[in-house]
């Protein structure tokens, strides 16, 4: 019988694959544990766990890749249930907008437990929910469908009919509507951080509660129990919620903008560090889907630039929103992280519009993921529509009445803000102490003088809230900071 330590360590080691729903190497198995595990006790660990039935390997030599045998512990009970289920007609044709019925009014509660509830689904939703539920085997292997994207035409062509989309605006405009892009999602900030880092890193089966993320965001402390892993997969959300939110003008939908959120949700996750930000070089399986995504990096690039340019021409927000949610996973630019390039990505038209930024608070896991199996293997959005409804209704939930209790913005601060920028950063650079004095001497020339005084009132603030996790406002690095920091004890 083998001993607690070593079941606590095959249990790690199995939670770590389930996490990579393309499989990982040794290799990338070695760069997360390395270097307390050598590549033999790696080696024994894997056939231990192969051996249980509980991954399985596939490959050969040194492209030999592990998988558990579900996408997420929620799909063993999935798997189950779908083994009693059967689809009479063969899968529908590709989904079609035109054509989209609209939700039924008779929508189903899932049976799921209370704990953890299924969304409302509509019928069509029902249908993808049961074809995905059948075993791998039952399910007809597909390749990527260029057909799928090319039936869409920006602006004309819509998943969201426009009764749904007037209804989404009602529940998610603010009264900031014409202040400069991103103000609503900068005055909700330190709440849309932790809930959307959460939430996000949740749905990729991390097992940091809430509280966990709001003490790691707000004060550095990474839960006791958790590895490694799991704690830089927040704090990259973090980064990258905070790219989108706090240089609006800057973060657009674009292929740079995306390529910029990926480097930054996979940074330090990657087996290969040079995969950050990058349109992979290889191919790549779904594990619990017969899903074959695109293989040959010349088409997935120029794929990837058709996307993004059909993205940025749809003119409604939440039509482009989903879009990103939609076409993105399906198209696995990246060797990795692809679902949640698409999950912060989906917030860029709400940022940039002042809407309700989609934190995906209370979204089921088991209900996302079989949504995206619908689009994978079905070429249909129907129960991810529904996801989407649901994880935006339960966010204008959260962040409208969080709203209601906010303070007025400070309209000298925002008229100021990149002089602020510039001064912070330049003290620090520095490594000045701040004081009346040494702030005055790092004030632009272009706040006028009967401001100065109230603006360095404004910097001297701003100091005394100065941390690692939030000096990246002022595009300060971590090492720039510390710098400083050593300097002023």
């Not at 070593?6 to 499989?23: C, P, Q, S, V, Y």
């Not at 509980?54 to 030599?61: L, S, T």
């Not at 045998?69 to 063969?90: G, M, N």
Request: proline fraction near 6%; hydrophobic fraction near 40%; aromatic fraction near 8%.
């Amino acid at each position: 019988m083998p001993k607690l330590t070593d079941a606590k360590e095959l249990e790690t080691f199995e939670n770590t694959i389930a996490r990579h729903i393309d499989g990982v190497t040794i290799r990338d198995l070695e760069g997360l544990f390395a270097p307390n595990k050598s590549r033999r006790t790696l080696q024994r660990r894997l056939d231990a766990l192969i051996s249980e039935g509980r991954i399985e390997a596939r490959g050969r030599g040194r492209a030999t890749r592990y998988f558990t045998h579900v996408e997420t512990p929620l799909r063993d009970e999935a798997a189950a249930r779908a083994s009693s289920l059967r689809v009479a007609e063969p899968p529908p044709p590709p989904y079609a907008a035109s054509a989209m019925p609209a939700q039924s009014s008779t929508e189903k509660q899932s049976a799921q437990p209370a704990k953890e509830r299924y969304v409302k689904t509509s019928r069509e939703g029902e249908e993808i929910r049961a074809y995905v539920r059948q075993p791998k085997q039952a399910r007809k292997p597909l390749g990527y469908q260029l057909s799928f994207l090319e039936a869409y035409q920006p602006n004309a062509t819509f998943y969201l009919p426009q009764s749904l989309r007037e209804q989404l605006f009602v529940m998610g405009r603010s009264p900031m509507a014409e202040t400069p892009a991103g103000t609503f999602a900068k005055d909700i900030l330190n709440r849309l951080l932790i809930d959307l880092s959460w939430a996000s890193s949740q749905l990729e089966g991390n097992t940091y509660s809430r509280l966990d993320t709001e003490r790691l965001i707000q004060f550095g402390q990474a839960a006791a129990g958790k590895d490694a892993f799991e704690t830089q997969m927040i704090l990259n959300h973090k980064t990258a919620i905070e790219y989108l939110v706090l240089d609006p003008a800057r973060a657009r939908v674009s292929a740079e903008t995306i390529i910029a959120l990926h480097a930054l949700l996979s940074d330090g996750l990657m087996a290969d560090p040079l995969a950050c930000g990058c349109i992979r070089q290889r191919a790549v399986d779904i594990g619990g889907s017969v899903y074959l995504p695109l293989a040959f990096p010349q088409q997935l690039e120029e794929i990837f630039g058709y996307v993004m340019q059909m993205a940025a021409e749809i003119a409604d927000p939440f039509e482009q929103s989903f879009f990103l949610m939609v076409h993105l996973p399906y198209l696995q630019p990246f060797e990795d992280v692809n679902k949640r390039v698409s999950r912060l990505a989906a917030n860029i038209p709400f940022v940039q519009r002042n809407l309700c930024p989609l934190s995906f608070i209370d979204v089921s896991p088991e209900a996302y993921v079989d949504g995206i199996l619908g689009v994978y293997e079905l070429n249909r959005v129907e129960l991810l529509r529904d996801v989407f409804i649901s994880a935006y209704e339960r966010s204008c939930q959260q962040y409208v009445a969080v709203k209601q209790q906010l303070v007025p913005p400070d309209t000298f601060r925002l008229r100021h803000r990149d002089a602020l920028n510039q001064t912070m950063a330049g003290m620090v650079r520095a490594r000045a102490r701040p004081s009346e004095h040494t702030i005055a001497a790092h004030v632009p020339e272009r706040v006028l003088e009967d401001e100065r005084a109230r603006f360095v009132s404004l910097v001297l603030k701003e100091f005394e809230s100065l941390h690692a996790g939030n000096a990246i406002r002022f595009g300060l690095r971590p090492l720039e900071y510390e710098g400083w920091k050593k300097n002023q004890t």
